[in-house]
């Protein structure tokens, strides 16, 4: 009797345990604006999960994928959640250290974009959930582009240049680029080969070789040099330009409206928005994205019960989803969100455009496909800088030698 008195009370406190831990603490690595939409919904989370705390960690967001990297390799010390970039996703997959949450969200399939879901999967497991997901569309000045009888919307991307010539010069720009500008300016370059259904590897990893989409659009972004103000990241000469009401357009995801917003509140009302310009009129109604996140769970999670708790309701419920938006600026990965009022407000700095019916709601991301990405977005960026500062003789040489090492490396 005493042996099985024994054996009930150990099993009590092996039950015991197990419930301290599924439930405690939530530590989730974030940075900046996504750790201002996780303390908007710490209250609500904690209030319909009882027992589960959720802890928020701020990191700058390449000093977080290191130090994940590193706790991966070590199997100590990762959070129970981690925010990351879409684009480097792949190789904290391919650690084998992360959850495989197929059963738990494996259903959730048709409530994202394939271009987003596609990046959370592997051999046909599910690593996390999009957070997000980031369409170009194009921001433009409506007052200075009717006042120069510019008809709106600017359908293709070579009207967009044959009226960025027109209107380019002395001292006014059409559109910004980052020269030099390492992995931003493959970013940007990615946003518009990505909109006409471009890749840089096929879906199995390998590098697309005699690449003529790639180096067309290389090509083109090279072009954009004539009629864009050229300057690296946070130069103040983008500040001054914008302000002072020689910056035309502005091609970027919803979060450069916030920078513009933060940098020019005075311009309030004379910014509109409308959709990513077609490569041709009868081309597929793509655009392209720059950035994009995940949340995904380290295997070694502490409280893998309140760490699935955290991320669906992040990630797959329209109530965290609508804070991505409106603290964070995102665009929602969750689709059902889209229909919500959350995200259909009128935006007064764009004289009350709806943004997501007006300038998303109309094109579609392809997927692209990130394989090897932190290392081949260096190779991309510091050809396109050689490419900017002349070291090439063509575009078309600039991108065979992108090709080239890119096949070396990755052979």
Known sequence: MKQAARLVAALGLVAAFATVQ???????????????????????????????????????PWDLHDKLLIALASNTGAPD?????????????????????????????????????????????????????????LFYRRDLLEQAGVELPIETWSEFVEIGRELTGDGRYMTWQFVPGGGWGVAFY??????????????????????????????????????????????????????????????????GLYRVKQLAPELSGTWDAQPWPLWSEDAEPFTGAWGGNVVTIPAQSRNPVGAKAWVEFLAASTEGQSQVWQVGGLVPAYQPTLATDAVLQPDPFLAGTVIYEQAIASRTLPVFNYFNW????????NHID???????????????????????TFQ
């Open 22 to 60: 599924a439930q405690g603490n939530v530590e989730y690595w974030c940075w900046t604006e996504h750790c201002a939409v996780a303390q908007a919904l710490k209250p609500s989370f904690e209030a319909q999960n009882p027992g589960h705390t959720l802890v928020i960690t701020e990191l700058g």
């Open 81 to 137: 959640v981690a925010l990351l970039v879409q684009r480097r996703f792949r190789q904290y997959i391919e650690s084998g250290r992360l959850l495989d949450v197929t059963d738990d969200f494996g259903t959730l399939e048709e409530e994202y974009p394939p271009s987003v879901w596609e990046i959370v999967t592997a051999n046909g497991q599910i690593y996390g959930l999009p957070y997000d997901q980031n369409p170009g569309v």
């Open 190 to 255: 990615t946003m518009f080969l990505q909109s006409r259904g471009g890749n840089v590897f096929d879906a199995d990893g390998a590098v697309i070789r005699n690449n003529e989409l790639a180096a067309d659009t290389l090509c083109f972004y090279q072009s954009l040099g004539d009629i864009a103000l050229q300057t690296e990241n946070n130069s103040p000469d983008f500040f001054v330009a914008l302000k002072e009401g020689n910056l035309l357009t502005y091609a970027n995801p919803t979060w």
């Open 374 to 381: 932190a290392q081949a977005e260096t190779i991309i960026g």
């Open 386 to 408: 050689r490419m900017f500062a002349g070291d090439y003789a063509t575009c078309g040489a600039a991108w065979n030698a992108i090709e080239a090492e890119l096949a070396a």
